[in-house]
């Protein structure tokens, strides 16, 4: 399968780039320190400069894998990084992705998160071998369905992480986009 890794995207607001170490500060000022962010994709919150730093080191250390996806969302207005955007899974053999992505709460509500994954979608069916992107939401946060919806990705009964698992999504709702949708 084709990957490129994490390569520069750019939106008429958003620069959707890899992280960088000075990045940290604007990542706990925004969204990482958050817990409701963090828990609705599940991911732990981070507290500390150290703690970032970490994080930062390992994401940094994994742009060298051609098939590691993880985008900085950078305000291009203001330069801060407002929020991130990945593949959290990539599954090569059946060219599937599935995306995460979170805006911090002060940026809620201006379509960044949109723009980052229309903008995201569009690279991966332009620039790799996927054929699917999927994400899921919890029942309960309907403003990221709404992302999802607008995106053009639609409701599916299932996606490639249940599949393998072997159970159904239970309060969770699933999104699929193919590539010649």
């Known amino acids: 399968m084709l990957h490129c890794g994490t390569k520069p995207i750019e ?9 960088e170490v000075g990045d940290g500060e604007s990542m706990l000022d ?6 409701g962010i963090q828990f609705e994709y599940g991911e732990p919150v981070y507290r500390t400069l150290e703690e970032v730093s970490v994080l930062l080191a390992q994401w940094i250390a994994q742009y060298k894998e051609p098939d590691f996806y993880r985008w900085a969302i950078i305000e291009k207005e203001t330069a801060v990084c407002i929020g991130q955007i990945a593949f959290c899974r990539v599954y090569s053999e059946e060219k599937i992705a599935e995306i995460e992505y979170c805006i911090g709460r002060s940026r809620w509500g201006r379509g960044y998160a949109n723009e980052a994954l229309s903008a995201l979608i569009g690279f991966a069916f332009e620039h790799t071998g996927l054929e699917m ?16 919806e ?10 490639q992480r249940f599949r393998i ?8 709702v699933c999104y699929c986009i193919a590539k010649n949708k």
């Open 11 to 19: 939106t008429p607001r958003l620069l959707l780039r890899s992280f």
């Open 133 to 148: 992107l999927e994400a899921f939401h919890r029942e309960e946060n309907r403003k990221s369905g709404r992302v999802l």
């Open 150 to 159: 607008k995106s053009q990705m639609r409701v599916t009964d299932t996606i």
């Open 30 to 35: 925004n969204w990482i320190a958050d817990p």
């Open 165 to 172: 698992a072997g159970i159904r999504p239970e309060g969770e």
